[in-house]
């Protein structure tokens, strides 16, 4: 099944939580451009330039409102959030379990493909790592949807105050997600072979400890100390190569955000010499620039998680054997 298919499934199991959260969230981010626009008409009314106003006494109550806004908005999302994620954690965790407990006693666990069943370490690896990659590869996109309302918005109003500086904001936001789509396969990858020697490290720990008589015996010590080193080395070089490429998109996201607020401080100067940019719209665009940076930040994540997820549910569904 299709890593998407899980998404939808699992937010059709709680939708009330997952669709407050949008909600919450949405109000959460979507309150900037309030105060982008609040930071415009002070600074306008500071400076005497022409346009919607405000004075002092009034902003500091407008700032106050949207605090409070900010503040439920944002305990709401909270709240909603923990909830869809418990119950679809525990959802996930019940299935396999289940599916466990009606298999025969002898073989409860999937096989690999060269015919031999996985630990039990790697069964617990499953149930604790891929289910909370899958909800937080789920999660996220809330935060994604917030931030698209919000940065429409901003967008929106920004166009209408200078074309010119607006489209300098999108140019490192294009670069960011083209750069994911790229090292999306290669994530895959890297996410498939450090589960895989996460697996085998907790599945050895597991028989060391089950088979502990039967290596005195076999006076077998030295020998399971070096096979543990060995897999403990293959996985810490597999886990660096996943969290690397992680880190990887996740620096260049940030690195493309401080271009284009560069570029936006470049073009916003030249038009605040000329006369057509006033120190209100560089307010304005200053508290605009968090959603969309954000977003550029996030939007790679996205990427980056779904293609990682489907590793997840590869291996859950092998854990259902069929079912």
């Not at 967008?155 to 904001?169: A, E, K, N, R, W």
Request: hydrophobic share 50%; aromatic share 10%; net charge positive.
């Amino acid at each position: 099944m299709k890593t998407y298919k899980y998404y939808w499934r699992l937010i059709r199991f709680r939708p009330k939580y997952y669709f407050s959260d949008i909600a919450a969230i949405s109000i959460y981010f979507a309150a900037t451009t309030a105060l982008g626009l609040i930071l415009r008409a002070f600074f306008n009314f500071l400076t005497g330039d022409a346009g919607f106003a405000l004075p002092l006494w009034l902003v500091v109550g407008l700032q106050i409102g949207y605090a409070l806004i900010v503040g439920v908005a944002g305990a709401g999302a909270a709240l909603a959030y923990i909830n869809f994620e418990f119950h679809a954690y525990a959802l996930l965790i019940r299935n396999m379990l289940a599916r466990l407990l009606q298999m025969p006693g002898s073989r409860p666990l999937p096989q690999n493909k060269d015919g031999s069943r996985i630990s039990t370490g790697q069964a617990i690896s499953t149930f604790r790592d891929d289910t909370h990659e899958l909800l937080e590869a789920i999660v996220v996109v809330d935060d994604v949807i917030g931030l698209l309302i919000s940065a429409a918005i901003s967008v929106t109003i920004m166009l209408q105050i200078s074309v010119l500086v607006t489209l300098g904001t999108f140019l490192p936001l294009l670069l960011v997600v083209a750069i994911a789509q790229m090292l999306g396969e290669r994530a895959k990858r890297y996410r498939r072979a450090s589960r895989q020697a996460t697996s085998l490290v907790t599945g050895l720990i597991a028989d060391m400890f089950n088979s502990t008589q039967a290596l005195k015996v076999a006076n077998a010590e030295v020998r399971i100390i070096d096979r543990f080193r060995q897999v403990n080395a293959q996985r810490k070089q597999t886990m660096v190569r996943d969290k690397l490429l992680t880190q990887l998109v996740d620096a260049l996201s940030t690195g493309t955000v401080e271009l284009g607020m560069g570029l936006i401080l470049l073009l916003a100067a030249r038009g605040m010499y000329s006369g057509t940019f006033t120190l209100g719209d560089f307010a304005l665009f200053a508290a605009y620039i968090w959603p969309i940076t954000q977003l550029m930040r996030i939007a790679s994540r996205v990427i980056t998680s779904y293609k990682q997820a489907g590793i997840s549910t590869q291996r859950m569904e092998a854990m259902m054997q069929g079912a």
